[in-house]
């Protein structure tokens, strides 16, 4: 089970976008995450005129490390680290380590 998926609100803990909150729009290879407003890079595109496509800078998401951020506890309103729980049924959950509180509902 994965700490952090897609559609998770997390906050970015190192970088030039530290302190930034966003959600998870995908998760790249793993350990890889594309976060909402967070790491923004300028693309050069070309123009394809067969496509309609204009070309130009285009500003969007990079990738940015799971290391790198932490989920968002409502709670505490801080980031908090996240452990996986086996319920009395056999479900597994997240919960944050700071006050166990279940993170899946």
Known sequence: ?????KGDDVIVLTGKSKGTRGTVLSILSGDRLI???VN???KHTKPNPQAGEPGGIVEKESSIHVSNVALYNPAAKRGDRVG?????DGKRVRVFKSNDEVVDI
Do not use: C, D
């Open 1 to 5: 089970m994965n700490k952090i998926i």
């Open 35 to 37: 976060v909402e407003s």
């Open 40 to 42: 923004m890079v300028k």
């Open 84 to 88: 996986v729980k086996v319920l009395e």
